[in-house]
């Protein structure tokens, strides 16, 4: 059996070049800067085109749903990358995680139609539009298929390359809202109708990026009952100690934006928003890194290999608290200079 996955991956690896670490970490590193510069851009943008109470019911309607679909992941995201990083031959992995995605997008078409067919949007989404909420509930779900793409391509070693999508779709959608802004088009409708093209364009090209490199991805679901068994039973042993933080983070962080919305409105929600659109800038330095790191720990957690495992771990987490720290600390000295310049007076 050990001959044969040994055999499986070596023919995986002739079909797939696999990049090296340092191209990786590289790429992954300049996707980071180029999304950090890119952000600072467009923020002050969005809320004086459409103004604090749109921008709010934006930041609320697209917080809800992401929330929701991170509630309804469990963890079992990031027991794909692990397993499929671990063993790249059992390519039926992506088959039953793809399962996995259909069975989220139902339940999220599910909880949108429940809500409407008992009554309770406006107790739901306070004060919002029908088309914007299927708008955000749409928006997460295509957020998740490209994620589930990328973190494919991660997984497989391939992130040099398909860093290059992701890029490109950065600087598309800077230029599309710029050209937006300045043309006077800017509207939360024209906003969520530019981001769900420009997904879908990169859910098509990152499919067919897959495809070329031998990753076909709906030839992976043809699984036989025991196998779907096995994987529900190896997934579950790994998300379930997540399942109850899952619950309370999501639950508390959906209430915290519920509760602004319902009891002071979309005006107090847009400065909220704007305000965690500053702060979460800094994530976009380290979180791409972080997900090469989470596939070079994993593989060489399946050689045993936890002398190698704690010394990355110490390397990498130290620079990263000193980059989220600088920035943090640099953006919160100069809060209210940026906050002027983002979102004016």
Excluded at 127 to 147: R, T, V
Excluded at 246 to 268: H, N, R, T
Excluded at 297 to 313: A, D, F, G, N, P
């Amino acid at each position: 059996m050990d001959s044969f996955k040994s055999k499986a991956f070596f023919k995986i690896k002739k079909l797939v070049k696999i990049q090296s670490l340092k191209e990786r970490f590289f790429m992954k590193s300049g996707t980071g800067v180029v999304q950090f510069v890119l952000s600072f851009i467009t923020i002050g943008m969005l809320p004086r085109a459409l103004g604090v109470e749109m921008y709010g019911n934006y930041g609320f309607i697209t917080t809800f749903f992401n929330n929701i679909v991170k509630f309804l992941k469990f963890g079992v995201p990031t027991a794909y990358y692990v397993k499929i990083s671990k063993k790249p031959e059992e390519k039926t992995i992506i088959g039953f995680y793809m399962y996995y995605l259909i069975m989220i997008i139902l339940l999220v078409a599910f909880l949108v139609a429940s809500v409407y067919m008992t009554g309770l949007e406006e107790v739901v989404w306070p004060n919002q539009a029908n088309i914007f909420i299927f708008a955000g509930a749409a928006l997460s779900i295509f957020y998740l298929l490209s994620e589930f793409l990328r973190s494919t391509a991660d997984s497989f070693g391939l992130t040099f390359s398909y860093e290059k999508i992701v890029i490109v779709q950065s600087i598309i959608t800077v230029g599309v809202i710029v050209s937006l802004y300045v043309a006077d088009l800017l509207t939360l409708k024209s906003l969520y109708l530019a981001f769900i093209l420009i997904l879908i364009f990169v859910i098509l090209f990152g499919w067919y990026f897959l495809h070329k490199n031998n990753i076909i991805l709906f030839k992976n679901m043809r699984l036989t009952k025991i196998q779907l068994v096995e994987y529900f039973k190896e997934f579950y042993q790994f998300s379930s100690p997540l399942i109850i933080n899952g619950i309370v983070v999501v639950f508390a962080m959906v209430f915290d934006i519920w509760l602004i919305q319902y009891y002071y409105g979309s005006v107090e929600q847009g400065y909220y928003t704007l305000a965690l659109k500053i702060s979460a800038i800094v994530i976009l330095l380290i979180s791409p890194i972080s997900v090469l790191l989470l596939r070079e720990m994993s593989q060489k957690y399946e050689k045993k290999s936890v002398k190698e495992i704690r010394k990355m771990y110490k390397k990498y987490s130290y620079l990263f608290c000193f980059i989220a720290a600088y920035f943090s600390i640099f953006i919160s000295s100069n809060a209210e200079f940026i906050g002027m310049v983002i979102g004016g007076e």
